[in-house]
């Protein structure tokens, strides 16, 4: 057990810690695992406030996830709760107030609020103890709900959260409510800045670029992990990857709508000019100010490499739009990429890309069946794709088609 002194050194630094992520969805997973390893609670949710009510965004669980083979994700699905008293987690948001419960199947009578057991239900997992804490901003603003559960003890038995630990999570749910806003507005910054490439794309929507970088960084963790990179890399990888990969089409800002709105096959030489859509987008990260630029950079060049060496652009200096020397293919053109000549960061997304592009429908295409999709991603292995990245890939399948589900075509 930590003595006060200690707690208070170890959630200064767990609320310096999460400063460092930027990525919305990252951080609400940092979040989450780091309050419950300082409350020892078995399971946990965070919710965050959209359009006036609690969006569940992420969830974790110790013991659900002991019951799954290694490596395997628990898969859960999104759904949204009233600001009202109705449930714990609308009460803590609509009141500001937290709420520390020995047995969530006993509440008094007279208590405010209600427990809502339909999560038990689905989940096959019983609730006891609970702490419920509002995420408050600098501003006294409630942006979301953080929800600890089953405290344990040094036996594992459950216990309730301890009084004593009530400060300090309050104020690590400050910082956190602090860092969830200012990734939200990093998020909406990069929305904004895609759909100023994208918006005349009707097709490729916010959905369809936070789909490919949710999968993008699944792929890369389950790859990461098999390859033996350490945790605090995969981690650091995961944050810039998942904004990096939302802007992989970001150069298409540079095609013409005439190209990119054409509601058939493109023509040899249309494609051509949208394959352009690669270097361009590196351009606009070629001064390298941060780790994020880097990526950014890495994923928009690479993102059409293929593993067969088949892919573009290739060998190009993404500034001049020429061939680096030595690099010369057929007539002249760069030579594509390939194998590990192509960053992990574009193998990766290369799939995410692709996965996406064909499960869904576009102008230019319909929405292709589970089967064919994934018959097609196969056929692949060694040719378009990395075939121990495409391993990856097909590792996270249930992850990957239930983040499909959380970011639909339609918002
Ligand atoms: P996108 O729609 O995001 O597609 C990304 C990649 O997914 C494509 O890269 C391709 O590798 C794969 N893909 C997409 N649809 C299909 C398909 O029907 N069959 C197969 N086997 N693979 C598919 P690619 O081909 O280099 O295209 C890059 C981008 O160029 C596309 O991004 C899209 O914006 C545009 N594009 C490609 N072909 C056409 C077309 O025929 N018509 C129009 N309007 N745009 C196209
Ligand atoms: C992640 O947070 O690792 C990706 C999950 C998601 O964005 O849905
Ligand atoms: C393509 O048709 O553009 C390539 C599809 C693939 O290699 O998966
Ligand atoms: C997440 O919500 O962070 C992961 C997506 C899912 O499993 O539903
Ligand atoms: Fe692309
Ligand atoms: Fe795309």
């Given at each position: 057990m930590l003595n006060t002194k200690e707690k208070l050194n170890e959630i200064i630094q767990l609320g310096y810690e999460i400063t460092t992520v930027q990525d919305l969805d990252i951080l609400l997973e940092h979040i989450l695992s780091k309050a419950r390893a300082?409350?020892?609670?078995?399971?946990?949710?965070v919710y965050v406030v959209e359009d006036?009510?609690?969006?569940?965004?992420?969830n974790q669980n110790d013991t659900l996830q002991k019951k799954l083979p290694a490596g395997r994700k628990l898969i859960y699905s999104t759904f949204t709760v009233p600001i009202n008293n109705d449930t714990i987690a609308g009460y803590v948001a609509n009141n500001g107030e937290l709420v520390n419960i020995s047995d969530a199947y006993n509440i008094p009578e007279r208590a405010p609020y209600r427990f809502g057991k339909q999560y038990d239900e689905i989940s096959h997992y019983k609730t006891t103890s609970m702490l419920a804490?509002?995420?408050?901003?600098?501003?006294?603003?409630?942006?979301?709900?953080?929800?600890?559960?089953?405290?344990?003890?040094e036996k594992g038995e459950i216990v309730s959260f301890s009084k004593e630990d009530e400060p300090f999570i309050v104020y690590f749910a400050n910082n956190a409510a602090v860092a969830i806003e200012r990734a939200r507005m990093t998020r909406a910054l990069l929305l904004r800045m895609i759909s100023m490439a994208e918006l005349r794309d009707p097709r490729e929507t916010g959905a369809h670029v936070n789909r490919v970088a949710a999968y993008a960084v699944e792929i890369y963790e389950s790859w990461a992990r098999k390859n033996g990179v350490g945790e605090e890399q995969i981690?650091?990888?995961r944050d810039v990857l998942r904004m990096a990969a939302m802007l992989h089409d970001v150069g298409k800002v540079a095609i013409s709508d005439i190209i990119l709105k054409k509601p058939a096959r493109l023509n040899d030489d249309e494609y051509e000019i949208m394959k352009q859509h690669t270097f361009l987008g590196a351009r606009l990260f070629a001064e390298k100010f941060s780790m994020f630029d880097e990526a950014a950079y890495i994923v928009a060049l690479n993102h059409h490499e293929r593993w067969d060496g088949m892919g573009y652009p290739g060998h190009i200096n993404p500034i001049t739009g020429t061939v680096i020397p030595g690099y010369e293919g057929k007539n002249g053109k760069p030579r594509g990429k390939r194998g590990e000549e192509i960053p992990p960061f574009g193998r990766v997304v290369a799939i995410a890309d692709v996965y996406d592009a064909l499960v869904s429908r576009r102008t230019y295409k319909e929405a292709w069946s589970e089967d064919r999709v994934l018959q097609t991603m196969r056929a692949e292995a060694g040719k378009h794709f990395d075939p121990e990245m495409l391993e990856a890939f097909f590792d996270s399948l249930e992850v990957i088609k239930s983040i499909g589900s959380r970011y639909p075509e339609i918002e």
């Open positions: 300082f409350t020892g609670a078995d399971a946990g949710s006036g009510k609690l969006k569940f965004l992420c804490v509002p995420l408050k901003s600098n501003r006294g603003e409630v942006v979301g709900v953080l929800q600890l559960i089953n405290a344990k003890n981690n650091q990888n």
